[in-house]
């Protein structure tokens, strides 16, 4: 008997862990096609001069245990502190031994957890802290009630925004139509009005009251201010140290694991254990068709970037991890109203500017130590009105060693657009002064202080919920239709996932298929599940 193959469509995260949970797992060979060039999807790292980005910032944190093991079965946490908590004098948890088990393999076996400074494969615990840029002043992030808030936004505006969420708590929306009434129910409308409409049309490109509430369900569900003040209160009496943060809102989690140089190092690491084990992975090469007969899909064609030939490709199994709207498009003989739903999707797109800096002008005014004393954030999110910019990352809080020169701070401006509109046509020179501008104009940095810049942008980050996203179960029921495909991921499900929904929705195919479930609702039913649920 021939050995039965899955063919997978993509090498992001959901891909890689769907091929290498089936050579874990199964006799089945995965059989990867990237369109791209690059391991790793939106989680890539990418190296610019020994400098090292990360597009969009991955924490590695996840509620579900399965998914913490499988990170640190791959890459074990440091036993020895990191160059930049041995320079500081920082306290981390750290790690006598750790567990591995190779592929395959029953039994795991206990390792020396690695020291960052000697070895490359290795996770940091790293300490989390994002704050709010309003008003050209901090605020933390989620919202405080606390001294610096009310001081920085003023007495009359705390009164406002207290006696709308009473309001709200007495007299909710009842049925919540839109991100706006998901908000509004959980914050109250001033708060919602002073700090997130502005940011989610930044974000999106819409008001939130022209989207689905869908969003909020999967990234803030748990999130209100009632949680904030009872984890505010909890933390004045304990500390959570551990790397499980059980019990603790994800959105108010205190630290994270995190790959020497960034989340694509993990996923190149996977890539190669694939390749190792029997497993193919083949670059440049985009699915243009699929093939079925009604109830599987028997076949899909392939098209080699580099020279335009056409291949088919059989399996036995399918994955799927592109974007919907290009699969249906793909895809033979489909019913025209689901042809028109899938055409309907919209998809946000995004744009870093790496900037390499002598120094940031902000000044650290936090009781956390810093190497050089920048500011302690892992990211900022930009809340100013008068600029583009969405969220800013400082590589050097991640990890010292994205960072080629110690004595340098390097960071990335965020932008979210649509692909052909008029910041992502910009040339890489003029975006790349443009985002430099923004920066110096709400005084986080000077000028003459940018020592190099680079310009990146990622197609199709983010799957947006709204165009014809309320129609979107029009499309789910038509690809459930065939038994052997599987849409995961974010873009294969349009959905906001995060990396750890992204690997489970691939986690639980592949058990599907071991225990013969044809059914895709326990697929669908993840990131919708009170555990799973993230941040704004």
């Not at 890459?75 to 502190?81: A, D, E, K």
């Not at 160059?83 to 750290?94: F, I, M, Q, S």
């Not at 509004?184 to 009005?193: A, Q, T």
């Not at 986080?444 to 014809?468: E, H, S």
């Amino acid at each position: 008997m021939s050995q039965k193959t899955a063919i997978i469509i993509g090498a992001g995260p959901a891909g890689l862990t769907a091929a290498y949970e089936l050579l874990d797992k199964t006799d089945i060979k995965p059989i990867i096609y990237e369109k791209s060039e690059y391991i790793g999807g939106i989680s890539k790292t990418v190296e610019y001069k020994g400098n090292h980005i990360d597009i969009g910032g991955h924490r590695f944190f996840s509620k579900n245990d399965r998914v913490m093991k499988w990170w640190q079965n791959i890459m074990p946490l440091q036993g020895v502190p990191a160059k930049d908590d041995l320079a500081l004098g920082r306290e981390v948890p750290l790690h006598k031994d750790c567990l591995k088990r190779e592929i395959g393999q029953e039994k795991s076996e206990k390792i020396a957890a690695p020291d960052p400074e000697k070895e490359d494969k290795v996770m940091l615990n790293r300490g989390r802290l994002s704050r709010i840029y309003f008003l050209r002043k901090f605020f933390d992030y989620p919202i405080k009630l606390n001294s610096n808030t009310i001081k920085n936004l003023g007495a009359l505006r705390m009164i406002k925004i207290g006696l709308s969420y009473v309001k709200v708590v007495i007299s909710p929306i009842k049925e919540e139509n839109t991100l706006e009434d998901f908000y509004i129910n959980r914050f109250g409308k001033e708060l919602y009005g002073t700090f997130f409409d502005d940011y989610n049309i930044k974000l999106w490109g819409v008001s939130c009251s022209e989207i689905a509430p869908d969003f909020g369900a999967q990234r803030v569900k748990g999130l209100s201010i009632t949680k904030v003040i009872t984890h505010a209160l909890k933390s004045g009496f304990s500390k959570n140290d551990s790397i499980e943060q059980k019990n603790v809102e994800t959105s108010l989690i205190g630290q994270f694991m995190y790959p020497k140089y960034g989340p694509g190092q993990i996923w190149e690491e996977v890539a190669r254990i694939i390749t190792e084990n029997g497993g193919e992975i083949h670059f440049n090469q985009e699915a243009v068709g699929i093939e079925h007969d009604g109830n599987g899909v028997k076949q899909i064609k392939i098209k080699d970037a580099e020279t335009g030939e056409i291949k088919s490709v059989e399996g036995d199994y399918f994955f799927s991890t592109m974007p919907v709207k290009d699969l249906i498009n793909a895809t033979e003989n489909v019913p025209q109203n689901v042809q028109d739903v899938a055409n309907g999707l919209i998809y946000r797109d995004f744009i870093t500017v790496g900037l390499l800096l002598n120094e940031l002008k902000i000044k650290n005014e936090t009781n956390q130590k810093t190497i050089n004393n920048i500011v302690p954030d892992n990211w900022i999110y930009i809340q100013e009105r008068d600029v583009k910019i969405g969220r800013l990352q400082i590589f050097n809080n991640w990890s010292p060693y994205l960072v080629n020169d110690d004595s340098k701070t390097w960071i990335g401006l965020e932008y979210f657009c649509d692909e052909g509109d008029e910041y992502w046509t910009m040339s890489d020179e003029d975006f790349s002064k443009f985002a430099i501008d923004e920066l110096a104009k709400i005084d986080i940095i000077d000028k003459k202080d940018v020592l190099d810049n680079v310009v990146i942008r990622v197609q199709k980050t983010y799957p947006a919920y709204f165009g014809t996203y309320d129609q979107f179960d029009t499309v789910k029921d038509f690809t459930n239709k065939f038994e052997n495909l599987f849409l995961i991921g974010r873009n294969g499900m349009h959905r906001y996932n995060n990396m750890d929904h992204s690997m489970l929705t691939a986690m639980t195919a592949v058990d599907n298929i071991i225990k013969g479930v044809t059914s895709k609702d326990n697929l669908w039913c993840i990131n919708t599940e009170e555990e799973y649920h993230e941040e704004k």
